[in-house]
Each structure stands twice: as structure tokens, then as C-alpha cells.
């Protein structure tokens, strides 16, 4: 195993070793590999008992230091009622151990297995987006008194990253494997929507008394399933940030779009439906509600750019749909006002 290798390399018959030696646990089957990202890996574990997950990550010490903190933040949270992963502690104590191969080391966490349930936006009945309002406004207010906010980095995504975008980007678009998918053939257009969505944040300015809490950072669906009893799950936390609760909900009002068969009115209207709930419990500025916007194209731009640039990576289209649906997100809400 060379010294670049990812997790998602390591030999099943390794993993399920070295968890029995970390942890005392035995699967009485192969462990089963699931999907967890670009970098990280992760196992479900079958005990006969108890069902574990197991997320392995690439490593690094930021990395390290930041899956520690994920950890506390986890516990924090469901201190005060909220559902997130519950994390086993190693035999030595570590909440975060680490997985030795060959050169690398690789931090790891044991998470108790949920029966989950995964609904996609245009499925959601009114109680259950009223559930997922409540429980991210309620994770946000709990976090906004968070003990060790000190420690927790603040947001990249501030009053100037807006303005980091160019139609250098989309050169880059027209060299990846992405521009050769049936999904984004029509390059004028996509062209158009770019240089109009670059020329809408230019007229942007981010207000100075925005809401702030420590966040997700990466709000979708797929991080926030329904437990049995119908109650909301959150987790992978790993790009949690301190900053503004705009971009949690940017970032997940485009996930909405992107992740469910909605069209622009049924969106606008969730969102709408989404946010009356929210402010019950964290009201909005004008600036919150404002910035919901900036943040939603500007991250929409990022996500884009950074799909292009693993589809390079890759040598094949990666997300090729869901770039196309944020291109349609960005030209029917925001640039045809």
C-alpha cells in the first residue's frame, strides 16, 4: 500500500482484524463496505447483537484534530435531545483511534448502526419538512452556545468568498469528462448562466450582522434521514464550521432542488413552508434571508467547480445530472429576476 492510498483501498479482512483488536468486537460476517464520501471509507459491522458503522479517514493531523472535535460536537448534541451518531469508545479509552497499515495511519470512529430512512424532497409530506425545520433550527440554537466555539474554525465562506468565481472555471468545464455527458451539452447556455451568475454576486454585498452558530456545513438529505419513530438523524459532520445559519440553509435548500423532482414553484414553496417553521425557534434578519440567496449561488458555483474538477480526477462525468440541476436552479430562480 503506497503512502497516497485511501481508506477505501484497505482489505476488508484487515478492517474487521483490527476493529476486533481496537474495540474486542467480532463480525460474525464479512463487514460490508458502503459508500461515505471521496476521501473516507466506511464498514457496517454485524455483531448479532448490535450493528456498527465503521468510517475510516484519510489522514491527515487537521484531519485528526477535526474528526476529535466531531466527536465532542456529536456528543454535545445529543445532550440536548438531538439524533446523531452515538460513538464507541476503543478499548484504550479513544473515542478516535487510528488504523496503522503499512505507512499510513487512518483516525476512525465506531458509530451505533440506525435503521434510517432516506426521502427525497418532492416526496416529503408537510409534517415531515415541518420535522426537518424544527430539528435544524433547534441544532442551530443549541450550537450557537456550543462550549467550545473557540475552537472551531471559522467559515471560509465569508463577505469575500462571493466575489471567487470566473469563467476560468468554465474552461476548466469544457476540459472535463463532465462537458462530454449528454446532461450538459448545450455549453452557450451553461456559458450564459455562469458569467450571469458571477455578474449577480458582483452586485452582492453580505450583511455585517448575519446569524451565527456552528454548522453543518453540507445540509442534504442524504444527511438528514428519519428514524422509526420519525424522528430526524443527522450526520457527517466532517465539514463543520463556524458561521454563518445562511449557509446551512442555502446549501440545503439547493440540495432540495438538486436531490427531488420539484419544479421551480414546488420549490419556492417548500422553502417558504421551510423557513416559517425554522424562525419559530432562530429568527431571520433581512440580512439572514438575503445572504440564503448569495450563499445558495455561490455555493452552487463552488459545488460545480469542484465536480469538474473530480471529473478530470476521475476520467469520467461525475454528478453529471445534478450539475445540470444546479445550472437550471441557478438560471430559473436567481438569474432571471
Known amino acids: 500500500m503506497n503512502k497516497n492510498a485511501s481508506p477505501k483501498k484497505l482489505p476488508s479482512e484487515f478492517v474487521q482484524a483490527t ?23 466506511a464498514w457496517i ?17 487537521t484531519i485528526e484534530k477535526d474528526v476529535n472535535e466531531e466527536v465532542l460536537l456529536y456528543e454535545y448534541l445529543l445532550q440536548h435531545g438531538i439524533h446523531v451518531p452515538e460513538v464507541r469508545s476503543a478499548l484504550s479509552g479513544k473515542k478516535v483511534p487510528v488504523i496503522k497499515a503499512y505507512d499510513m495511519i487512518y483516525p476512525e470512529i465506531l458509530m451505533k448502526y440506525e435503521k434510517l430512512r432516506r426521502i427525497p424532497a418532492s416526496n416529503l409530506t408537510k409534517e ?26 471559522p467559515t471560509v465562506h465569508d463577505a469575500m468568498s462571493i466575489y471567487d468565481h470566473s469563467l476560468k472555471d468554465f474552461e476548466l468545464f469544457l476540459t472535463s469528462p463532465n462537458a462530454k455527458s449528454s446532461f450538459l451539452q448545450d455549453h452557450e447556455r451553461l456559458r450564459k448562466i455562469r458569467t450571469d451568475a458571477i455578474e449577480y454576486l458582483k452586485k452582492q454585498k453580505l450583511g ?35 458561521g454563518a445559519v445562511a449557509l446551512d440553509l442555502g446549501v440545503l435548500f439547493f440540495n432540495f432542488y438538486r436531490e427531488g423532482d420539484l419544479t421551480i414553484d414546488q420549490w419556492k414553496s417548500m422553502t417558504s413552508e421551510f423557513l416559517s417553521i425554522y424562525t419559530e425557534k432562530v429568527p431571520l434578519t433581512e440580512s439572514d434571508r438575503k445572504a440564503i440567496d448569495i450563499f445558495t ?6 459545488h460545480i467547480r469542484y465536480l469538474d474538477r473530480l471529473s478530470i480526477r476521475e476520467g469520467h462525468p461525475v454528478d453529471d445530472k445534478g450539475v445540470k440541476k444546479r445550472y437550471d436552479l441557478l438560471e430559473h430562480l436567481y438569474l432571471t429576476q
Open 19 to 41: 476493529v476486533k483488536e481496537l474495540y474486542g468486537i467480532t463480525s460474525i460476517q464479512p463487514p460490508t463496505s458502503i459508500g461515505e464520501g471521496i476521501e473516507n471509507a
Open 297 to 302: 449561488v455561490s455555493r452552487m458555483l463552488e
Open 208 to 242: 455585517s450582522d448575519l446569524t451565527k452558530s456552528v454548522i453543518h456545513n453540507d445540509l442534504a438529505l442524504g444527511h438528514l434521514l428519519f428514524l422509526q419513530d420519525g424522528e430526524i438523524y443527522i450526520f457527517d459532520f466532517s465539514d463543520f464550521e463556524y
Open 128 to 153: 415531515q419538512l415541518h420535522k426537518l425545520a424544527a430539528t435544524i433550527s433547534h441544532m442551530h440554537n443549541v450550537l450557537m452556545r456550543y462550549p467550545r466555539i473557540q475552537h472551531i474554525r
Open 45 to 61: 459491522f454485524y455483531t448479532g447483537q448490535q450493528e456498527y458503522i465503521l468510517k475510516i479517514f484519510d489522514y491527515s493531523e
